[in-house]
């Protein structure tokens, strides 16, 4: 009987625990987890600060036996290093646990920035569900609190801070807001935004020091020294791979994947924020930590764990790793697709309308738009996906788009659907 262990205890843990038992009844199944609560979404803990959910809600199974229903066992518990040579997984009580095959679903951790009286008392990262019950007790109305980070992450947590009534201000580094996501003009109209919205905004700006006491001191780059109740940081977060060093398996930016999500070494599989996967877009392989992406490469390494148990070719391929961001700043709408910085030799056009807030950039490789981003444009959000991740050849539209960048949706039904009835005919013919 095959030994599959799963670590990790979020999403990708849950669907690839979940896939497994559906194909493999009689495998034995761990997935290890290192919080003491059952597997949570930390996409939820916004809402749990909100107040749309409580903690059950953030709960990714909502039935306390569901589990144990599956015959899957949970440990809380950490893996301090794997042994890929010897098949076995060393956890921090001491104890070796060991596998036939392997995955590494970890996720992310946040960023600790190397700032004198970062682990004072009062200041949070905002990841787990300790870190929002600390952060609720401080976040009250009229709360002076100041947040590291305007990235992703950063402005899903501040709509949830705004929406708690707190006195919000802003350090972000870099020299606009969603620096990741957003360019000049895009991330500079989000700044306008929440500076109407009552945010202090500092772009282009370091906390250089966090001194403790009730109120905190914060001293930042810009010479300005503030007196606050809580300070979160969301200075990003990188793949939770550490205890992987000297492992045998391969990590870049994170574990190095092919297409079936298995590692350079055979029988071991990552997925999720921790695994680094090809983009067919960009051409390269990226860690893409969103949740689809978890989703889809967990089913993908879970077929994959079973064949390999039972000596079989691994069936399943990851198709491509979705490059997608929607983000809700206080009510503004922000999108980012694909290499939406552009590529070396392409083509771009932009349209702004600062005084409706509202942008657009899009960027053509040949007659392939291999990236976009829009700011308070909604009406085009599918279709600038659809055109991004389907590689759509656009022919004469790519010129009509650089004239007239809204004609999003009608170049995407003449040259997408087009595509898909050639690709149907080709097919038929095959037959």
Same mark, same amino acid.
């Given at each position: 009987?095959?030994?599959?262990?799963?670590?990790?205890?979020?999403?990708?843990?849950?669907?690839?625990?979940?896939?497994?038992?559906?194909?493999?009844?009689?495998?034995?199944?761990?997935?290890?987890?290192?919080?003491?609560? %059952?597997?949570?979404?930390?996409?939820?803990?916004?809402?749990?600060?909100?107040?749309?959910?409580?903690?059950?809600?953030?709960?990714?199974?909502?039935? %306390?036996?569901?589990?144990?229903?599956?015959?899957?066992?949970?440990?809380?518990?950490?893996?301090?290093?794997?042994?890929?040579?010897?098949?076995?997984? *060393?956890?921090?009580?001491?104890?070796?646990?060991?596998?036939?095959?392997?995955?590494?679903?970890?996720?992310?951790?946040?960023?600790?920035?190397?700032?004198?009286?970062?682990?004072? %008392?009062?200041?949070?990262?905002?990841?787990?569900? $300790? $870190?929002?019950?600390?952060?609720?007790?401080?976040?009250?109305?009229?709360?002076? *609190?100041?947040?590291?980070?305007?990235?992703?992450?950063?402005?899903?947590?501040?709509?949830?801070?705004?929406?708690?009534?707190?006195?919000?201000?802003?350090?972000?580094?870099?020299? /606009?807001?969603?620096?990741?996501?957003?360019? %000049?003009?895009?991330?500079?109209?989000?700044?306008?935004?929440?500076?109407?919205?009552?945010?202090?905004?500092?772009?282009?700006? /370091?906390?250089?020091?966090?001194?403790?006491?009730?109120?905190?001191?914060?001293?930042?780059?810009?010479?300005?020294?503030?007196?606050?109740?809580?300070?979160?940081?969301?200075?990003?977060?990188?793949?939770?791979?550490?205890?992987?060093? $000297?492992?045998?398996?391969?990590?870049?930016?994170?574990?190095?994947?092919?297409?079936?999500?298995?590692?350079?070494?055979?029988?071991?599989?990552?997925?999720?924020?921790?695994?680094?996967?090809?983009?067919?877009?960009?051409?390269?392989?990226?860690?893409?930590?969103?949740?689809?992406?978890?989703?889809?490469?967990? /089913?993908?390494?879970?077929?994959?764990?079973?064949?390999?148990?039972?000596?079989?070719?691994?069936?399943?391929?990851?198709?491509?790793?979705?490059?997608?961001?929607?983000? $809700?700043?206080?009510?503004?709408?922000?999108?980012?697709?694909?290499?939406?910085?552009?590529?070396?030799?392409?083509?771009?056009?932009?349209?702004?309308?600062?005084?409706?807030?509202?942008?657009?950039?899009?960027?053509?490789?040949?007659?392939?738009? *291999?990236?976009?981003?829009? *700011?308070?444009?909604?009406?085009?959000?599918?279709?600038?996906?659809?055109?991004?991740?389907?590689?759509?050849?656009?022919?004469?539209?790519?010129?009509?788009?650089?004239?007239?960048?809204?004609?999003?949706?009608?170049?995407?039904?003449?040259?997408?659907?087009?595509?898909?009835?050639?690709?149907?005919?080709?097919?038929?013919?095959?037959?």
């Amino acid at each position: 009987m095959t030994h599959h262990v799963i670590l990790g205890a979020g999403p990708a843990g849950v669907i690839a625990a979940e896939t497994i038992r559906k194909h493999a009844p009689a495998d034995t199944i761990t997935v290890i987890g290192d919080e003491r609560e %059952p597997p949570y979404s930390r996409m939820a803990i916004p809402y749990l600060l909100i107040g749309n959910v409580d903690e059950q809600g953030t709960y990714l199974r909502k039935s %306390p036996t569901h589990f144990a229903d599956l015959t899957v066992n949970v440990l809380q518990t950490h893996a301090s290093r794997v042994q890929a040579a010897t098949k076995t997984i *060393v956890l921090d009580t001491g104890e070796s646990l060991a596998f036939d095959t392997l995955l590494v679903a970890t996720g992310s951790h946040p960023v600790h920035p190397p700032i004198p009286g970062i682990d004072s %008392p009062g200041v949070h990262t905002c990841w787990t569900l $300790d $870190d929002a019950r600390a952060i609720m007790v401080l976040a009250v109305p009229g709360a002076r *609190v100041l947040q590291l980070g305007a990235g992703f992450i950063g402005c899903i947590i501040m709509e949830a801070l705004a929406a708690r009534g707190v006195k919000l201000s802003v350090v972000e580094m870099g020299d /606009r807001m969603v620096p990741r996501m957003m360019g %000049p003009t895009a991330g500079g109209m989000i700044r306008d935004w929440c500076e109407a919205k009552g945010v202090e905004v500092f772009t282009g700006t /370091r906390v250089d020091a966090i001194a403790a006491g009730v109120p905190l001191t914060v001293r930042l780059s810009n010479g300005k020294q503030m007196a606050v109740d809580l300070v979160i940081s969301a200075a990003g977060v990188r793949p939770a791979i550490g205890f992987l060093e $000297d492992s045998g398996i391969t990590c870049l930016r994170g574990v190095l994947t092919d297409a079936h999500l298995q590692t350079n070494v055979a029988g071991v599989f990552a997925a999720g924020d921790c695994a680094e996967a090809f983009d067919k877009v960009s051409g390269k392989t990226i860690v893409s930590a969103i949740q689809p992406n978890a989703a889809e490469q967990a /089913r993908v390494a879970a077929l994959n764990m079973v064949a390999f148990g039972r000596g079989l070719a691994l069936p399943a391929e990851l198709k491509g790793v979705t490059q997608i961001n929607v983000l $809700d700043t206080l009510g503004l709408i922000s999108t980012s697709f694909g290499d939406w910085e552009g590529v070396e030799g392409g083509e771009h056009v932009e349209l702004t309308d600062k005084a409706a807030g509202r942008h657009l950039s899009l960027q053509f490789k040949d007659d392939v738009m *291999v990236g976009c981003n829009s *700011v308070g444009w909604t009406e085009h959000v599918g279709v600038m996906r659809g055109l991004v991740e389907g590689q759509v050849k656009l022919g004469d539209w790519k010129d009509v788009l650089k004239n007239d960048p809204t004609q999003l949706t009608a170049a995407y039904l003449a040259c997408a659907q087009a595509q898909d009835q050639w690709s149907g005919a080709q097919d038929a013919r095959r037959r």
